[in-house]
């Protein structure tokens, strides 16, 4: 059984950082994850996600101001975000699945284990 935790969500002006942390519990070397957001009113989708060999995918709208990226010996997955928008407001969740070797997962759908969530609020 896997936990997620996430942490680092917050309120920031157009233009600022933030970043996301979400701990895991139990064994994660295996597995896949990803970071997602849903807007009120809007469905949940895919912003990063990274697999096994730490590939990594991006949504096109965050290409460029985010980064994914993992801490092993933590068990700590990360959401770098940089020159953040007013449409970066959501609720973000962190999500993992058991995975394959070379295999990435992009659909929420695929993933089992989620966290509870964190809130980024964007304002100008």
């Known amino acids: 059984q896997v936990q997620l935790v996430e942490s680092g969500g917050g309120s920031v002006q157009s233009g600022g950082s933030l970043r996301l942390a979400c701990a895991a519990s139990g064994y994660t070397y295996s597995y896949c994850m990803g970071w997602f957001r849903q807007a009120p009113g809007k469905e949940r989708e895919g912003v990063a996600t990274i697999n096994r060999e730490g590939s990594t995918r991006y949504a096109d709208s965050v290409k460029g101001r985010f980064t994914i990226s993992q801490d092993n010996a933590k068990n700590t997955l990360y959401l770098e975000m940089n020159s953040l928008k007013l449409e970066d407001t959501a609720m973000y969740y962190c999500?993992?699945?058991?995975?394959?070797?070379?295999?990435?997962?992009?659909?929420?759908?695929?993933?089992?284990?989620w966290g509870q969530g964190t809130q980024v609020t964007v304002s100008s």
């Open positions: 999500a993992a699945r058991t995975c394959n070797s070379g295999v990435q997962y992009w659909n929420a759908r695929f993933f089992r284990y």
